[in-house]
Every structure is written in C-alpha cells, then in structure tokens.
C-alpha cells in the first residue's frame, strides 16, 4: 500500500517549458488535491478534484492545469514554466478529514 | 485577512519541556480542525484531528480547540528531540482546507 506517490522528487526547468508532475494513489480516495508550499506563504490550494471527471480550482491556478481521467491519477500540469513557480509541490488526498500528502516535488524554475 | 494565522517561530525548547503552539482563525463557520507534523523534506503527516471545540489527547499530544475564541491550540508534553519539525494547523468547513504557514519547532537534548 503506496499511499500517494509523487513523481518526479526533483525537477530543474527553463523559463517557457513544459512538464507534469504525476500523483497516483491507491487509497481509492476521491478528493485529490494539489498543493504548493513556500516559505512564510504555507501551503496553498492549487487545484482540486472530487472524483474522476470533475476538477476545480483552488487559491492559486493560474499556469497550472489538471485532469482527472481516473480515480488514481490526477496530473498537474505547468504549461509554460515560471520563475515563480519555483516551489515545493504536494499531492493529496483526502477521506474523512483525514489528508494524505505525497512526499513532494520540488521544482526549480530558472 | 489570511483565513489562518499561524506564528512561523521558529521555537526551540529543551527535552523534557511542554509545548504549546497556537493557531487563530478568522472563518466562523470551520468545524473540523487538524494538526500535521512536516519532517524536513517530507510530505505533511496528521497529527491529531478535531471536530468540536474542547480537548483530546493522544499520548503526549492534546489538541485543544476554542470556538468562541476561534483559537486551537496543540501541546506536547515531555518533547523530544524527535519531535524537531514544521507543525501545521489546518482547517475546513468542506471541500477545501485551509493550512497555517507552520511552526517550526526544534527540541534540544
């Protein structure tokens, strides 16, 4: 029993490219959620999900996209990299107030 | 007005000693309130969770919540150094959670 894994753990990008950051859990879990944290700024929503199909967005979408095509997957996407989006990422899920967080990506934007 | 207010510390405390971290929060209508501990480079992990105002204890953990005051609080009594780490409140009426900045605690031997 995985959990939530997170891949890739470390990611370099340029300015302008492209990348996903994978999440996959087998909890069977239908909230699924994506997350960034930095410092003094705590983590914040990015978007979420409520079961296969369905998608919303959190405190703070733009340049993010996802999907939910599957209960176990929910990929995050950056379209077009940022400096700003320099970050730790956490995917989550979550069950009965009870949130299960990836061991996270941390994305370096230069 | 951030939803949750959390003091980033950082707090450093000798072994042995209690703890007490604090959280406010300014949306009346949260109901269920979390506490994780972030090991450094890992993922949030639960720590204890509530739903009423009042107390509950786990070990050396309690988890206080004060509605009226909206005010939750976590102890830890006889810390050890294995408790260093990033504590994060969090809070939710629903869909979407609400998490403090953290605190960073660290226990000296």
């Known amino acids: 029993n995985a959990g939530v894994t997170q891949t890739p753990k470390f990611q370099v990008l340029k300015t302008g490219q492209s990348m996903t950051l994978q999440c996959a859990q087998d909890m069977n879990h239908e909230y699924m959620s994506w997350y960034r944290q930095d410092p003094g700024m705590g983590l914040r929503l990015i978007h979420y999900?409520?079961?296969?199909?369905?998608?919303d967005q959190g405190e703070v979408p733009n340049g993010y996209n996802v999907s939910r095509s599957t209960t176990e997957d929910f990929p995050l996407r950056l379209l077009s990299a940022a400096p700003s989006q320099t970050s730790v990422y956490f995917c989550?899920?979550?069950?009965?107030?009870?949130?299960?967080f990836g061991s996270g990506t941390r994305l370096t934007v230069v | 007005q951030k939803e949750v207010e959390q003091d980033p510390g950082p707090l450093s405390v000798p072994e042995g000693a209690i703890v007490s971290l604090n959280c406010t929060y300014s949306n009346s209508a949260f109901q269920y309130f979390m506490w994780y501990r972030q090991y450094s480079r890992k993922g949030p992990e639960l720590l204890m969770y509530t739903y009423s105002s009042g107390n509950k204890e786990d070990g050396r953990f309690t988890a206080q919540v004060d509605k009226s005051s909206k005010y939750i609080s976590l102890f830890i009594r006889d810390s050890q150094p294995s408790d260093s780490a990033t504590y994060l409140c969090a809070m939710t009426t629903g869909n979407q959670f609400y998490f403090g900045t953290g605190t960073s605690l660290t226990v000296i031997p």
């Open positions: 999900s409520v079961g296969a199909g369905i998608t």
């Open positions: 989550a899920t979550e069950k009965t107030g009870d949130y299960t």
